[in-house]
């Protein structure tokens, strides 16, 4: 995907065959990706969201980690609006601040870190020397179920099922964010 986005946002200048040699695209910085976002007219929540996906920028990922943060706090014991998704449960501080937390990871986090995103984990020793498939992913891409959102967040699991519908809610929020930036830029 990284690459896909390097070659639409910078047709000439990218030597496809160098890529992953480490000296084709040090040239191209995070500023350079976010002028020529910018000239494709993506707002700022966009840039920083492909930034944060796409390019491990620090600071689009601190700006998304903040973006996040502001919405489970809607739905928190310090700042409860009438326009709270589910008004029947309420998060505390620590329990918002650790769901927002397991969000940023769900955005970030696609390669397994079971596995190193391989799909296979290999065993040694003399009974079970082989290799067996990763349960935590399907072909490296991390799983994001319900209960390693719920061990993530450290939400009980009656409080996690109250959350589920808000989390989704977000989750949904940060995919439309993604899809109009995607849009712009083809
Ligand atoms: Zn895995």
Redesign the pocket.
Known sequence: MKLELMSILFPKSIDMEGIGTSKSHDAITASDVQTILSYKKLKEEEVNLILAKYFDDNSARTWLLKYIKSRTLEQSEVFISEQAVNPNFILTFEEHSSLAMCLWLETLLHA??????????KLSGYITNGIIK????VA?V?VWSDKVRQRISGLNKDKYEKAKSFYNQIIDDINDIETNALEKIQ
Do not use: K, M, S
């Not at 397994?112 to 984990?121: Q, S």
């Not at 990763?134 to 992913?137: F, I, L, P, S, T």
């Open positions: 397994c870190p079971t596995c190193n995103g391989v799909g296979i984990i990763c349960e935590d992913c490296g991390y």
